[in-house]
């Protein structure tokens, strides 16, 4: 797999690990269901969607390993947080109804414009 797919791969893996985290906390119960940590941490073993999200990054922490076998780990990094940052809010908008003021859109982007110079800075 080239090393600029890779990196796709990646943020794309980070975004949907993290959109499974976020239906399994709703399935539990959200924040009300953290007010009893032992509840919450049985609740949570007994979730599909947690053991989905596991899966999810395991699969992530894979690809992650051979993207910085090929890239320096700081040009990973950036790469994929410059991606991670705008597919990240967007997919929460997309399925949990997020939403973020114009301002914060503003700063995710300068943000993963900063990030995106660090890995082009280096080629």
Same mark, same amino acid.
């Given at each position: ?12 893996? =980070? ?17 009300? =269901? &953290?007010?009893?940590?032992?509840? #919450?941490? &049985?609740?949570? +073993? +007994? ?11 395991? #699969?992530?922490? #894979?690809?992650? +390993? ?18 991670f940052y705008? %597919? +990240? ?5 997309? #399925? ?9 859109w ?13 890995? %082009?800075?280096?080629?």
């Open positions: 797999m080239p090393t600029k797919l890779l990196i796709i791969a990646v943020s794309i893996n =980070a975004v949907i690990g993290q959109l499974l985290l976020k239906r399994a906390l709703l399935s539990i119960g959200g924040r009300p =269901a &953290l007010a009893s940590i032992p509840k #919450f941490l &049985l609740a949570a +073993m +007994m979730e599909p969607w947690v053991y989905a999200s596991i899966a999810v990054q395991g #699969f992530g922490y #894979f690809l992650w +390993m051979v993207l910085i076998s090929r890239e320096k780990i700081g040009v990973a990094t950036a790469s994929v947080a410059a991606g705008i %597919l +990240m809010a967007f997919s929460a908008w997309v #399925f949990y109804n997020e939403t973020l003021t114009p301002l914060q503003i700063g995710l982007g300068i943000i993963s414009i900063g990030v995106a110079c660090i890995g %082009l800075g280096t080629a």
